[in-house]
Each structure stands twice: as structure tokens, then as C-alpha cells.
């Protein structure tokens, strides 16, 4: 019997199966069907007759090879091509040891053992052959299913690296936003802020109105008066020469000189108040330029005073000053400056008439203002101004707070809260000087100033 | 006739020694000068009865015109002098002030001295 039908049957079987021939490759399906019933009725007729056994065996080795060429030449059964290499071996064997048993049978039958031994290897061959490819096959497939897996691993992995870029932008995008919102009402902030404070300077340039139309409005009166005097006392004069009573018409002409002067030193006070007035109004040029203190001082508290009356026509204080006539000019900016002294200043009167609406006996408020030079071997030359009242001192729990920007302990409405502040300010950070204040809780307070005077 | 004068600016008292000249020298009027209220009060306590008019002007440093006037009406009632108060605030509040506290009359800076010469020559009829 041989194995070739069986070989044939197997392979056959084996490509329906794992090509699934019908499927993929149905023009050879049918071819193949033929082989396979042929194979198995020739295998039958093997089995049974021992007749046509070279034959058949030559009909079974020229099938499987056909079979096997088949298989090797079609690119459709590229996949079973190591089947060509697993049986061609034993083909071959099978054909060699044919054809020696045609030509010489004595021969055949002498080296019978060989032979079959031979065949055995070559049968073994294919089966070796047959079981790597498997294993190769198997662990290809390993690979790929692992390249696959590891394909859609990366996927995966790109994927979320893309969403996570997407939510880092998001969230980038957020941050900005939120940081230009805060930068935009940064610039509100700042704009709110420059406005109160320049509403705080017109509140205090308000005040100082009243006040200073007061002042100017006294030599206005002068100016006015004298002149008229002047032109009742020229007609007079003239009245006199035509008398020909020259001596007294000589005195009159002296009276009128006396009240020129006073005439033109009352214009000119009045017109040193309007350029006051104006300088305080125009934004600070924050020049240090030489500056009296002492008359700075005094017009402050004077246009402090008055635009106080003004306001409030029960507000009445005495003041005092007492100045130190050595200081000589001091480089400062007088516009701010000007500004601190009226703070505190007003805010010395405010305490003090506080104080007098309690109504005790005997009390007179009084503020007083004092400069005085400070000279000394370890410091640089300064000059002390002080600004001291007998109202109600500042309480112990408010003394820190009040250089704070927005503190105030006077109603609504009655004041920004800057003033302090403001002045700290310009003294400390414009000036390089100092701000403080010595005070007595229910019996007055003195803000003390001290300027270097370069 | 003695007017005693209150302000604290100073011109004043030679604003009206010009304005007044002729009646000084005729001796019709007499003035004094006082610069502030308690100097005022001070004056009229030494010379008792001999200032007749007061003027006086209502906001000065200390002792207030206002203040003034209440204590003239309140101490000199024999006769009372009579008082008129010159100010640079001519508002109703002053006024009404003034008034209560029984001033004889309410003038207004830039004082027209016709006027006043006017007003004085009523009072002393």
C-alpha cells in the first residue's frame, strides 16, 4: 500500500479546511474535490486488489506531484507552500526507489532495508517540516496579535495625549482669560483709585474756595474803599487849591498817597491769594523749589480757618502760632506741602469744634502751629512742624490705623479718609521726612512734621 | 458821639479815619478801635457808657462778632449801646443770628459808607 493516496487525501483535507477553499479560492475547490474522491476510491481499489499495486503507486506519485506542483506554482496557495517542502523529500524518495526497483529488482530488493529506512527519514522530514512550520506559523501569529495589541496600546495612548493637550489648552485658555480679567480690573482699580484722590484734592480745593474768597474779598474791600476815599479827598484837594490854601491841599495830597499804598499793597495781597488758589488746583509739578514755611504755615491756617467759618457758621477756634523766624527757605514741594498742613490743620479744627459741641465749661478751642529748626551734630539740618489742638485726642485703638488710606472716624459723606494718608505720603515717600502724632485721649492731639530742609 | 469799632484787620481803622475825616475833625464822631472781641469787651468795661455805637465785624479769630453782641446785650443794659454788625457773610443764617441776639442792624462788606453814615444819623435821632 502507499502512502501517497493518503498523503493526497490529508493535504486536501487540510487546504479545505484552513484555506476554507470555497470560500476564498472556489475555481480549484472543485478541482480539488475531484483529486480528493479520486484519491479515495484509488485508495479503496489499493486496499482491496493487491493487483495494479505499481501502478497505482505510480498514478499516486504522479497526483501528489501534481498536486504539490500546483500548490507551488499558484499564488493562491502561497499559504500551504510549506507543504511543498515537507513532502517533496518523500516524494522524491518514493520516485528514486520506483524507479530502482523498475530497472533493477535485485537491486531494490538488496538494498530493501536502505530504502525504507530512507523513505522513513523523508516521511519524518515532513513531519518535522510540518510541525516547525506550525510553530513558526503560531508564533508569527503571536507577533502580529502583539504588534496589534500594542498598534491599538498606542492608540489609546494618543488619544489621551490628545485630550489631554486639549484640556491643557482649555484650561490655558481659561487661565488667561481670567488673567486678563484681572489685569482689566487691575486698571479699573487703579483708575478708581486716581479718581478718589483727585476727588479728595477738589474736596479739599472746595473747602479752601470759601475760605479764600473770604481773603480775597478783605482787600477787595480795601482797594475798593480807599480809591473812593481817594476820589472824595482829590475833589477836596481841589476844592483847597482853589482856595489857594496850598499847606492843606499839600496835607490831603499826603493822605491820598498813604491810602495809594494801601490801595496797591491790598491788590497785591489779594492777587498772591488768586495765584495760591491756582497753585493748589494745578496738578503738583513735584519740584522741590525754595520755600518760606513759615508763611506757608500761616496762609494755610488762615484759608483753613476761614473756608471752615465758611462752611459751618457756628465754628469758631482761636489759633496761635508761634514761628521759628531762622528757618530760612526749605526745598520742598510747596503745593504739597501746602496740601498736608491744610489736612492737618483742618482736621485739627474738626477735633476741636467736635469737642466744643460737648459743651463743657470753660473750654475755648484753641489750635496752635509752630515751626521750629531742628540742629543737631548727628543729623542733617531739619525743620519741625507741628500742628497741636486741645480736642479730643485720638483714641488708643484708632492710633494705628489712622495713616491708613480709606480710615476715617468722621460720618459718611463728611470725608474720604485719604487726608491722613495722602499727607503720610508726601511726607514720608516725597519728602524723606516724618509723620507723627503725639496725642492724649479727651485733651488734644499734636501732629508733628519733620522735613529735612534739602 | 463815640463809635466803637471791632475787626481784626487792621485798615479798617484807617479806612474809616478817611472816610470820616470830616466828621472827626469837626469832633462830631469819635472813634475807637478794637481787633478782636475780648479786646472789645476789655474797652467797654474801662470805658463804661461812653461808646454809644458798636460796629462790629462778625467772624474774627476767637471771640466771634456774634459772640460779642450777646455779651454786650447781656452785660451793658443801661443804657444798651446799640449794636450793628458788619460782615463779609451776608447770608440769611447770619442774619437771622444776629437778630435774634438783638442787633440793632445788619451791614454788609464792601460797606457803603453813605449808608452808613445814613443809618448813623437815624440812630442818633
Known sequence: ??????????????????????????????????????????????????????????VGMIMLAWLLYILNKHEKFKEARFLVTAIVPYLVVSFVIEVIRLINVDLFNRWHSWTDA??????????????????????????????????????????????????????????????EELEITLDELKAA????????????LGELTAGIAHEIQNPLNFVNNFSEVNKELLA???????????????????????????????????DAIVKSMLQHSRSSSGKKEPTDINALADEYLRLS?????????????????????????????????????????????????????????????????????????????????????????????????????????????????????????IITRGHGGELKVETKEGEGAEFIIILPTQ | MKILVVDDERDIEVLFEQRFRREIK????????????EQALDYLNQHVHEAVLILSDINMPG????????HIKQKFSHPPPVVMMITAYGDAENYSQAMRLGADDFLTKPLDFSVLKEKLKEKVQ
Open chain 1, 305 to 425: 480757618y476761614h473756608g471752615l467759618r465758611a462752611k459751618d457758621k457756628s465754628f469758631n477756634a482761636k489759633f496761635e502760632t508761634d514761628f521759628d523766624d531762622s528757618i530760612q527757605e526749605i526745598n520742598i514741594v510747596h503745593q504739597d506741602i501746602g496740601r498736608v498742613l491744610l489736612n492737618l490743620i483742618n482736621n485739627a479744627f474738626y477735633s476741636v469744634s467736635e469737642k466744643q459741641r460737648r459743651e463743657i465749661p470753660g473750654y475755648e478751642p484753641t489750635i496752635k502751629v509752630s515751626t521750629k529748626r531742628l540742629r543737631d551734630s548727628f543729623n542733617p539740618d531739619r525743620v519741625e512742624i507741628r500742628v497741636a489742638d486741645n480736642g479730643n485726642g485720638v483714641p488708643k485703638k484708632v492710633l494705628d490705623k489712622i495713616f491708613q488710606p480709606f480710615f476715617t472716624t468722621k460720618p459718611t459723606g463728611l470725608g474720604t479718609g485719604l487726608g491722613l494718608s495722602l499727607s503720610y505720603d
Open chain 1, 193 to 204: 483709585q486716581a479718581q478718589l484722590i483727585q476727588s479728595e484734592k477738589m474736596a479739599s
Open chain 1, 1 to 58: 500500500m502507499s502512502t501517497e493516496f493518503i498523503i493526497i487525501i490529508l493535504v486536501v483535507i487540510y487546504l479545505r479546511r484552513a484555506l476554507k477553499a470555497k470560500l476564498f479560492i472556489p475555481e480549484w475547490h472543485d478541482k480539488l474535490q475531484l483529486l480528493l474522491y479520486a484519491s479515495i476510491g484509488l485508495l479503496v481499489v489499493q486496499v482491496v486488489t493487491d493487483n495494479f499495486r505499481i501502478i497505482l503507486h505510480w
Open chain 1, 236 to 270: 477836596e484837594m481841589k476844592t483847597e487849591i482853589d482856595s489857594g490854601n496850598f499847606s492843606e491841599a499839600k496835607n490831603i495830597a499826603n493822605d491820598i498817597q498813604d491810602n495809594e499804598e494801601k490801595i496797591n499793597f491790598h491788590g497785591k495781597r489779594a
Open chain 2, 26 to 37: 469837626t469832633g462830631e464822631i469819635d472813634f475807637a478801635f478794637a481787633y478782636s472781641g
Open chain 1, 118 to 179: 530512507i523513505q522513513t527519514f523523508a516521511f519524518i522530514w515532513g513531519i518535522g517540516t510540518w510541525i516547525v512550520t506550525r510553530r513558526q506559523r503560531k508564533e508569527l501569529i503571536k507577533a502580529r496579535q502583539k504588534a496589534i495589541e500594542e498598534e491599538q496600546n498606542n492608540k489609546v495612548i494618543s488619544a489621551m495625549k490628545a485630550q489631554l493637550e486639549v484640556d491643557v489648552a482649555e484650561r490655558t485658555a481659561e487661565l488667561r482669560k481670567q488673567k
Open chain 2, 63 to 70: 471771640m466771634s462778632g456774634l459772640e460779642l453782641l450777646r
